[in-house]
């Protein structure tokens, strides 16, 4: 007589199976959540001025990791300016972070990012400001750029990598968007 049960190893085998189903089928399931109230998108990563003249391979910080970085940033101090109801679209057109990578041409070792003056933090954007039934309240280009970033105290954490940048997110999100008086 034939059995039509697994074999007593690949037990453990189908019921990891099944349950990688069932939590398949229970992530599709359930509810999506609402589009956040702050979006923040690149153009491609083979146009921005930071990958162009800094190979994506060579530093220690990758595109991926600052991009996260600074679109968190841009959502989060965004997100505390916004009055309720109000929501921003934010795309990054053109980067270039503070410093220039500079080449070290023994093996193994990364690049180095080294700070001067005339190598300053600069970002170019597009941005739509919406109200809460979907109104454009106000949109336009913006160009930051901090070329005395070395000169000026930096609050955050003097081991982030993306300090300067940061901060002139900041203090744009703040002049463009804070309270009026």
């Known amino acids: 007589m034939k059995r039509f ?3 007593e190893g690949s037990t453990r085998a189908v019921w990891a199976l099944v349950l990688a189903v069932g939590l398949a089928m229970t992530a ?3 509810p999506s959540e609402p589009p956040a109230r702050v979006q923040v998108s690149w153009a491609p990563i083979d146009q921005l001025s930071e990958t162009r ?9 990758r595109p991926d990791q600052w991009m996260k970085s600074l679109g968190d ?3 989060k101090t965004a997100d505390r300016i916004l009055p309720p109801g109000q ?27 080294v700070m001067k003056e005339s190598y300053w933090p600069w970002m170019n954007l597009h941005f739509v ?11 336009g280009d913006a160009r930051l750029s901090d ?6 105290a930096v ?15 900041d203090e744009w999100l703040r002049a463009e968007f804070g309270a009026k008086n």
């Open 5 to 7: 049960f697994p074999a």
């Open 28 to 30: 599709a399931a359930a």
């Open 53 to 61: 003249n800094n190979p994506p391979d060579r530093g220690w910080l």
């Open 73 to 75: 940033r841009l959502r």
């Open 87 to 113: 929501q921003l679209q934010v795309r990054v057109d053109d980067i270039s972070l503070a410093g220039r990578l500079e080449p070290l041409y023994r093996p193994g070792q990364q690049d180095l990012r």
């Open 129 to 139: 400001l919406l109200a809460a039934d979907g109104t454009t309240i106000r949109e």
């Open 147 to 152: 070329g005395a970033y070395l000169r000026r």
């Open 155 to 169: 609050a955050a954490d003097p081991n982030d990598p993306l300090r300067y940048e940061k901060r002139m997110i």
